[in-house]
T-cell receptor, first 118, second 112 residues
């Protein structure tokens, strides 16, 4: 399967600071990447769809000024949590899909980033 | 609105048993259905993808079926092993919005 690399795997930051998480597709080009948030023992919640070269599309209820998404190249998307607060502590996962017919293209996921805001 | 449900929420079986995990979805307008595995504190590993026009897919000891008309999919695991212990998630890629909608997952424990 394809490889999606997410960095860092965990980060601890102070309240009020910003944190950047990177998501890279290592062996394919991804015109679209996705950012999810996962609370303990819950499923994944889609936060936003990241489109290469254009603005991200945010899901309802997700603050676009708090969660800044940049998709500057076909292999890299970044999520920046700005002015982080303890309630932003969570597990963040990115996903990427190869270009091609939607029916037969798998979504591949990064290994996730555990963010703890203290 | 598409809703995906997985039953049971948790399952514990002895090693060696065959088992079935269930996934149901409310809207048949999907491109595909994907089964994933998630280990604690890790990302998702793709197990199988079934296109909407397909009925089943197999990979090793795993077999996934899809009945789009009834909105159901099953993941069959043969000869279970302790290493199969994980949370299994199903997700459908919905048409139009082209988003993956996930079920809540089944937490599987295989006892040695």
């Amino acid at each position: 399967g394809a490889v999606v690399s997410q960095h860092p795997s965990w980060v601890i930051c102070k309240s009020g600071t910003s944190v950047k998480i990177e998501c890279r597709s290592l062996d394919f080009q991804a015109t679209t990447m996705f950012w999810y948030r996962q609370f303990p023992k819950q499923s994944l919640m889609l936060m936003a769809t990241s489109n290469e070269g254009s603005k991200a599309t945010y899901e309802q209820g997700v603050e676009k000024d708090k969660f800044l998404i940049n998709h500057a190249s076909l292999t890299l998307s970044t999520l920046t949590v700005t002015s982080a607060h303890p309630e932003d502590s969570s597990f963040y996962i990115c996903s990427a899909r190869r270009a091609g017919p939607l029916a037969n293209t798998e979504a591949f996921f990064g290994q996730g980033t555990r963010l703890t805001v203290v | 609105k598409q809703e995906v449900t997985q039953i049971p929420a948790a399952l514990s079986v002895p090693e060696g048993e065959n088992l079935v995990l269930n996934c149901s979805f409310t809207d048949s307008a999907i491109y595909n259905l994907q089964w994933f595995r998630q280990d604690p504190g890790k990302g998702l590993t793709s197990l199988l993808l079934i296109q909407s026009s397909q009925r089943e897919q197999t990979s090793g000891r795993l077999n996934a079926s899809l009945d789009k008309s009834s909105g159901r999919s099953t993941l069959y695991i043969a000869a279970s092993q302790p290493g199969d212990s994980a949370t299994y998630l199903c997700a459908v890629l919905i048409q139009g919005a082209q988003k993956l909608v996930f079920g809540q997952g089944t937490r599987l424990t295989i006892n040695p």
